[in-house]
């Protein structure tokens, strides 16, 4: 019920009062206060105790703000309790003219105050509202804003193995949906559970200064209340956590398709993926059907209870109505006012701790990210220096494994020497990209030391060591801006000169002066806009802007045609002169000049040498490579 309608309501009550004059000048009933409907519950948390303890830890940086807010609150519900009993007293005096117990023109004067008193409460409850919410408004938005903040912090520091197990999708729910649901939650549930309590207890002493016998009766209908609520919320629970996992697997199956819709489209899928989508959103439609008809009891039946309260309280008036020391009709009338009023902010108290619960949840779910086990800290670290840097590379006794159960490197020795090309080739799932990933530290090691320049790599800050690499991978990432700040990201000084250098020394440079901006060209999420080999070549290009220390290639020439694959090793040909370079590479014609050949198989180097020896040792190098060139039809 909107706030006018609840005024309204009780003027219309206390215009049906008829009391003494010395009676009808005691207190009346309240003004309800906020009102505000009943939340549904959702996803119940695990640990709600120390999530919300965790919690508090985070609003405790607006302690000054919320204790402002808890006064304003206070201010409004005293209004809300007070300023409807001068109401009553205009009523009451027309009712005192009417009878001729009281002169007109004394009730006109006293009608004139008490409605200038009116008119200010009521006035100082709308600042205090306003005040109240704007600042409600404004601390819920810096926490958001926080948690967001710190969210994005944790993540930078998490290792690879984080995002490699978790869903692209999951990690976003939890910045928009999660995060929205905990501030959410500190502006309106925090908020309304201090005004209902307060309001609780005003109406309760109104209620006990007019009659404590009839304040009993309502007080013994409270346990109805709470139980009847705590049993549909149990019941409703486990249907508000299914339709939670059924919304995320919606959200994941929406993304999927969309991200690959050019696939599905190929072959011909879209009415199976259609269905697919139409049996998740069915699942989500039934349990969130049924878990929004079990919620939805409970204000029904919470009217009911009152509606019982109700004829009790009429019922037991009506009896002490006619005791000795009689209970006036506008007592009674009075006292079943503030009832409803007392029964309102029980609703609302529930309602909010329905909701807290799945505030809770959120909160959890995002205190379970930021309890992530961060990237192993870093102690006593050292740089590399520069001036004498060589790219002497050693992998010694390297252990690593993903997952506990399957071991994929055992005892893996590498000696690679400055400024050689080494290539490693083999079946896919050999561990030919987790040695390069070891290498940059994406993952650490289980056993052994890889040195750089005899420097261990765990000696290093990762940034310093990532300094030193530059990477194009088979699966090329681009951002959203223009060609030349996506050349230039791995090194921001590089002048306009510079960047148009790397663009012809791969190949991509012609390209880029045929679009009508040249290199200012937006290119739009994921460079959608331009070719996978177009792509390839603008990484490449990064690549050589960024003048490593040492290269690594995972099948960097993957996407483009012959034809350019020849100029682009040429470049890289250049580009890797004097540096240490790995090249992964099925394509084994790009890597017949490299210093050194790896072929690994279940994460150990079965053979090692240039081409030709490798050739002719007529092993699995061999096998590969007549495979791709001696069997090919004419």
């Known amino acids: ?22 009676r009808r000048r005691g207190r009346g009933p309240g003004g309800g206060g906020p009102g505000w409907s009943l939340s549904t519950p959702q996803e119940k948390a695990k640990d709600f105790k120390g999530t919300v303890s ?14 402002i807010i808890s006064i304003f609150i206070t201010m409004v519900v005293a209004v809300a309790v007070i300023a409807p009993n001068y109401t009553r007293y205009i009523m009451n005096d027309m009712q005192d003219v009417i009878t001729g117990t009281m ?14 008193i009116i008119l200010c409460l009521y006035g100082v409850r709308y600042v205090t509202e306003i005040i109240a919410s704007v600042m409600g408004n404004k601390v819920s938005v810096t926490l958001g804003r926080k948690f967001r903040r710190t969210m994005r912090d944790k993540l930078e520091k998490l290792p690879i193995k ?29 908020i309304n559970l201090i005004s209902s309590m307060f309001l609780i207890v005003g109406v309760l002493v109104m209620m006990f200064i007019i009659s404590w016998k009839l304040t009993l009766i309502a007080i013994l209908i409270l346990p109805l209340y709470i139980l009847f609520t705590k049993y549909i919320a149990k019941k409703s629970q486990s249907k508000f956590i299914k339709q939670q996992r059924f919304l ?33 959103n069915q699942d989500l439609t039934d349990v969130a059907q049924d878990a929004q008809f079990l919620s939805g009891l409970i204000r029904p039946l919470m009217e009911f209870i ?48 329905n909701q807290l619960q799945s505030t809770v949840a959120g909160a959890e779910r995002i205190f379970e990210l930021l309890d992530q086990v961060e990237e192993i800290p870093e102690q006593d670290l ?72 005899g420097i261990s790599s765990t000696d290093v800050k990762r940034t310093n060591l990532r300094k030193l690499f530059g990477m194009v991978l088979q699966d090329t990432w681009l951002f959203a801006g223009t060609i030349k700040e996506n050349v230039k990201y791995g090194n921001q000084n590089a002048t306009d000169e510079e960047v148009i250098t790397a663009c012809k020394q791969a190949h991509v440079h012609h ?38 220390k040492i290269l690594i290639l995972d099948e960097a020439t993957s996407s483009v045609d012959t034809r350019t694959e020849s100029y682009i090793q040429n470049a890289m040909d250049y580009m890797m002169e004097g540096k240490t370079s790995f090249v992964i590479a099925h394509r084994l014609s790009t890597i017949k000049n490299a210093n050194l050949i790896l072929v690994m198989n279940d994460g150990a180097i079965v053979e090692q040498g240039n081409h030709k020896e490798l050739l002719e040792k007529k092993g699995v190098y061999a096998d590969l490579y007549n495979s791709q060139f001696l069997n090919q039809p004419t």
């Open 511 to 548: 390209f880029i002066e045929t679009l009508p901006d040249g290199y200012d060209t937006v290119l739009k999420e994921d460079a959608a806009n331009i070719s996978q080999g177009q792509k390839q070549l603008l990484t490449i290009a990064r690549a050589i802007l960024c003048d490593p």
């Open 1 to 22: 019920m909107s706030e006018d309608k609840k005024v309204n309501q009780e003027q219309q009550n206390h215009s049906s009062q008829s009391q003494s004059p010395q």
């Open 306 to 353: 009152s509606n019982i309260g109700y004829v009790a309280v009429v019922f037991v008036g009506g009896i002490l109505a006619g005791a000795a020391v009689p209970l006036l009709i506008g007592d009674i009338t009075v006292f079943i006012q503030y009832q409803r009023s007392f029964v309102n902010p029980i609703l609302n108290i529930a309602g909010i701790i």
């Open 162 to 190: 984080y995002f490699d197990s978790e869903q692209t999708g999951n990690i976003l729910s939890m910045f928009q949906n999660d995060v929205d649901v905990v501030t959410n939650s500190i502006q309106q549930s925090l």
């Open 103 to 116: 002169a007109f023109d004394d009730a006109k004067a006293e009608i004139l105050k008490f409605f200038l």
């Open 382 to 453: 050292i740089d590399f220096p520069e001036e004498t840097f060589s790219g002497h590379v050693e992998f010694k006794d390297i252990n690593f494994s993903y997952t506990e159960d399957q071991h994929l490197i055992e005892n893996l020795n590498l000696e690679v020497y400055p400024g050689k090309q080494i290539a490693i080739v083999g079946p896919t799932g050999a561990g030919k990209t987790t040695l390069v990933n070891l290498l940059m530290r994406f993952y650490e090691v289980n056993a052994g030391n890889i040195l750089i320049d």
């Open 248 to 280: 995320g697997d919606l959200n994941g199956n929406i993304e999927e398709v969309f991200s690959g819709s050019t696939v599905v489209k190929l072959f011909g899928k879209e009415e199976a993926s259609y269905e697919e989508f139409e049996k998740i």
């Open 54 to 67: 965790r919690l508090l830890g985070y609003i405790s940086d607006f302690k000054l703000q919320m204790i």
